[in-house]
């Protein structure tokens, strides 16, 4: 598979260079976004996804779809990098946006006119399968359906059950003390062989992020992504606990060395050579370390560890945005084909089946046969985990001033400080940030004083 990158050179302008390779005959194509009718008669259909973790199994149901299809449509699909994000907005700018492209933020790329609603593509029956997980602002606003959900990822405590073994430990860690602890104990154990008990990519702010929206939301009733649903506000002292751990871990040096500088790839490939504990992520790793770092090593998901040990609130569940069809796309109908195509019964049976997702779509669990490969058993839905309503961080975050929450905390756990007067200097800046959210029109959530994330529980599984 070859993929496309993506260059954005920046001084008073952002100059776009985009340079492609086709997915499938190795000739170069000029146009890496728009989709356009070849010599040959196709009409060429372009797809961007960030994720890397399914790369392989959707570049095979792309490359089938291009050999089955009587319509003539050819897709190109294009693995883009971490600036995904700034890469949509450019595209989209520069008017060389893809034809079908996986939403990164839905009620901003809804608000900024990047999608095509798909009410009138969707048969009586696709709307009556998704009738009951389509969530306001996540898959419609204002009635109008933009993407459909497809997976959803759990997040769990992911760790090494052969190092955890040789270190004394006979199980994972229910409270965060804990985790510090069993942390320290596999450092001692296996530092003189490049073992240490924890780690995370604090190169990106998704160092914090990660475990961050893993164990906050267990350890409390109001909300998620420092977002109370109660008071309508933002409170992140919802994350006090896990910075304190991770700052602790840090202190300790259980921390893997560099972890300042590391992306989520090495760190899996890391942790595939057995040389990290623990480390929190989501349900796509089954389907990393089968086909992206294949590992003989013995590994396992546990739920998130919180302060006392016990899941009071829900785990989030990151799902209901999927796929959409750009605004822009001159062949509107070829895209949803393709995006219908996606969203089939079989491909999304397959794609759960293999572990690359836990299915969301309520045809593919009532059908599919779980799936067995290594590792996924822990993600599989449990009681506690939960689809949150949306919520209005990505608004704030458009107007908030200063680092966003992600920032300052990584900075907190990699060089210390005051946590306390972090937390209150993030309250400020975001509630402030939300009014100016809210008065000019970018969100419309309020406030949901009986709201309590316990009332979410069980509607996944019931499995505890």
């Known amino acids: ?19 492609a390779c086709s997915s499938n005959s190795g000739s170069t194509d000029s146009s890496t976004s728009s989709s356009s009718a070849s010599s040959g008669g196709k009409t060429k259909i372009v797809y961007w996804t960030p994720d890397r973790h399914d790369a392989e199994f959707m570049q095979s149901k792309v490359d089938e779809f291009n050999k089955t299809n009587k319509d003539n449509i050819e897709v190109d699909m294009n693995v883009m990098g971490d600036n995904y ?17 996986q939403i990164d933020d839905f009620e901003t790329y809804v608000k900024k006119g990047y999608l095509t609603p798909i009410n009138d593509y969707m048969s009586d029956e696709m709307k009556q399968t998704f009738k009951d997980v389509i969530i306001d602002h996540k898959n419609e606003i204002d009635g109008k359906i933009y993407t459909l959900p497809n997976t959803g990822q759990t997040w769990r405590l992911i760790y090494n059950e052969d190092l955890f073994k040789q270190a004394g430990i006979s199980a994972p860690p229910k409270t965060l003390d804990e985790m510090v602890q069993d942390a320290k104990k596999i450092t001692d154990m296996g530092k003189a062989q490049g073992i240490y008990g924890f780690a995370s990519p604090l190169k990106g702010v998704s160092g914090f992020g990660r475990p961050a929206n893993t164990v906050g939301p267990a350890g409390v009733t109001t909300g998620v992504d420092g977002y109370n649903y109660v008071t309508g506000e933002f409170d992140f002292s919802m994350y006090k606990d896990i910075a304190l751990a991770m700052r ?56 998130p560890p919180t302060k006392d040990g016990k899941v009071v609130g829900a785990v989030q569940v990151i799902g209901g945005s999927y796929i959409g069809i750009s605004a822009d796309s001159p062949n509107k ?41 290594p590792g996924i058993a822990g993600f599989l839905p449990r009681k506690y985990d939960a689809l949150y309503p ?15 929450w992600t920032e300052d905390f990584v900075k907190y756990v990699l060089t210390g400080g005051d946590v306390d007067g972090i937390i209150n200097d993030l309250n400020t800046r975001y509630n402030a940030a939300l009014k100016q959210a809210r008065d000019s029109g970018l969100t419309t959530i309020k406030a949901d004083p009986s709201f309590s994330s316990a009332k979410l529980e069980g509607k996944l599984s019931k499995d505890e």
């Open 85 to 101: 994000p700034q890469a949509v907005d450019i595209a989209f700018a520069s008017k060389q946006a893809p034809d079908v492209l």
């Open 248 to 303: 602790q871990m840090m202190t300790d040096g259980s921390m893997l060395p560099g972890v300042e500088s590391l992306d989520i790839d090495p760190l899996r490939a890391q942790f595939a050579q057995g040389k990290i504990g623990m480390y929190f992520n989501h349900s796509g790793e089954p389907g990393v370390y089968k086909d992206q770092f294949p590992t003989q090593v013995k590994w396992a998901a546990a739920p």
């Open 390 to 404: 949306a919520n209005p961080l990505s608004a704030t975050e458009s107007q908030v001033e200063g680092p966003k």
């Open 1 to 19: 598979m070859q993929k496309r990158w993506l260059q954005v050179v920046g001084s008073t302008m952002l100059v776009v260079a985009l340079a």
């Open 333 to 373: 109908d070829a895209a949803w084909k393709f995006m219908n195509y996606v969203y089939s019964t079989d491909l999304q049976t397959k794609y759960y089946e293999n572990g690359y997702g836990v299915s969301l779509i309520p045809t593919v669990l009532e059908h599919a046969t779980k799936p067995t490969i």
